[in-house]
């Protein structure tokens, strides 16, 4: 994917939800899955492509047939994406001229003029938590709670200022802050979820813009990039923003209570007695290896240098940049590139010389930009279930948790204020009186695995109900958080 930022672009995931409030599946031909990516046309930035989740795509011949067997984007495959003025889409096949629409039972491409049936709502399917990037100004979007608004001017997405939560409702979007308040089409920050809070989404040239209930779009506006609706009633590059993956980011603190910073220049030392941007860290996990990158807020990464010292020196990924994390419970161990444990010698300074792990080769890691957890696992996101204190882990819709740091592991808060828990047969339910300890292991690229107390993994099982009882960690088990 392409970036304009220092992340990769997400690529748009979504379902397609039509008149009778069902979503488009590929079942109707003999897939069960609703989630559709959309893909552009290099060329002619309004063409695009359905590819559904086998990677075939949508078709119209020339009598309105739909199909979805091509595996390569025929011309029979090209849409045109006409939105209307409620934030729905109609879909035009461009060498055919017809609109694309129907029932449940039959669908076709045929349609001269665009009635209900041919009108879908548009659900992003990719995780709703994601750093906002202006197209125009090539900054990121983040909280300024001293000004009450969202400002787009940081250079990097860091720290828990910079998470964008999507929050989706009746086909519209809204836009959360870290501090759970939602921004209105004025700029200002509030509680409460309304008309001025809900914004319909358009893509234009892969882009995303947001258009409000006065037909306005959300833009940058003024020195420090104030979010708010500006003067225009049509989308241009000020309009247009790039939903970026949003990377964990972490403290370590060392055995001597101390946090690990690159404060004092290019030495990465446990020397600092509080928490700033030079002592948090992104940490990057390789897809291939599963290795994990650390990157400084200045853009450079940790790196294995001679004599086993740990500097922020590298400005490419390189394999003494990477690190292997072990999982101990409530804290961590690193290894270098040269199979040695990271340890903090008396003077702070991290150095990896040591064969064992002890108390100096052990950290404390603190996610910091995740205070709502959302997760999404294989069949869905986890979404509290309808009449029982259990969780579903199959559905379109999530519900947002709170996590609760504590002391190397972390509590998970329900909606309705109470903490889950594990139950003696297994099942996660939502309605604990008092906090229980889970563990967060950050094992692949964009996914994590989570531990009970009973030190079993969290898993969806066949009937959707999410269980803590998995002996190890397979697809069922890890989750986009």
């Not at 450079?300 to 020196?313: A, D």
């Not at 609760?404 to 903490?419: E, L």
């Not at 030190?455 to 397979?474: E, H, N």
Request: aromatic share 10%.
């Amino acid at each position: 994917m392409s970036t304009n930022g220092i992340n990769k672009a997400l690529k748009l995931q979504f379902g397609l939800i039509n008149y009778e409030n069902r979503y488009l599946t590929a079942e109707a031909f003999g897939f069960k899955k609703q989630i559709w990516t959309l893909e552009q046309d290099e060329q002619d930035g309004q063409v695009v492509f359905l590819r559904s989740h086998l990677g075939r795509y949508l078709a119209s011949d020339k009598d309105g047939k739909i199909i979805c067997g091509a595996e390569k984007r025929d011309p029979e495959c090209r849409f045109l994406i006409v939105p209307q003025a409620d934030g729905r889409w109609a879909l035009q096949s461009e060498p055919f001229q017809r609109y694309f629409g129907g029932s449940a039972d039959y669908l076709s491409c045929f349609a001269q003029i665009i009635g209900e049936q041919e009108l879908w709502a548009v659900h992003l399917a990719l995780h709703p938590q994601a750093s906002l990037l202006s197209v125009a100004r090539k900054r990121y979007a983040h909280l300024s709670a001293s000004d009450g608004e969202i400002s787009v001017d940081s250079n990097i997405p860091w720290g828990v200022d910079s998470l964008v939560t999507l929050v989706y409702l009746d086909g519209k979007y809204s836009l959360k802050t870290c501090d759970s308040r939602f921004l209105s089409n004025d700029g200002k920050l509030v509680k409460e979820n309304t008309n001025a809070t809900s914004f319909t989404l358009e893509l234009k040239s892969g882009k995303l813009a947001f258009k409000d209930c006065d037909g306005k779009y959300l833009a940058p506006v003024g020195p420090t990039g104030t979010l708010r609706s500006g003067r225009c009633s049509k989308p241009g590059k000020d309009e247009l923003f790039d939903l970026e993956e949003s990377h964990p980011q972490v403290v370590f603190q060392a055995a001597n209570k101390r946090f690990v910073s690159v404060k004092q220049g290019v030495s990465i030392s446990a020397n600092q007695d509080v928490e700033t941007d030079m002592e948090t860290f992104q940490m990057e996990i390789d897809k291939e290896s599963k290795k994990s990158m650390f990157r400084t807020n200045g853009g450079s990464y940790w790196t294995l240098v001679t004599h086993g010292e740990i500097q922020s020196t590298a400005t490419e990924v390189e394999v003494n940049t990477m690190f292997d994390i072990e999982w101990r419970g409530q804290r961590v161990a690193l290894k270098a590139s040269n199979g040695k444990y990271v340890c903090t010698k008396k003077n702070g300074q991290l150095s990896a010389v040591s064969d064992t792990v002890a108390d100096d080769e052990l950290f404390l890691m603190k996610l910091i930009n995740r205070p709502m957890l959302i997760l999404r696992g294989e069949n869905g996101f986890v979404c509290h279930h309808k009449n029982s204190n259990t969780l579903d882990a199959n559905r379109s819709v999530y519900d947002i948790f709170t996590l609760i740091f504590n002391d190397g592991a972390y509590n998970i808060k329900s909606v309705n204020g109470k903490f889950w828990y594990v139950s003696s047969s297994g099942l996660v339910c939502s309605d604990g009186e008092k906090s229980e300890n889970f563990f967060l292991e950050f094992l692949e690229h964009g996914r994590v695995a989570i531990k009970g107390s009973n030190d079993k993994y969290l898993r969806g099982d066949q009937g959707g109900t999410l269980m803590c009882d998995g002996k190890s960690v397979d697809a069922s088990s890890l989750w986009e958080y």
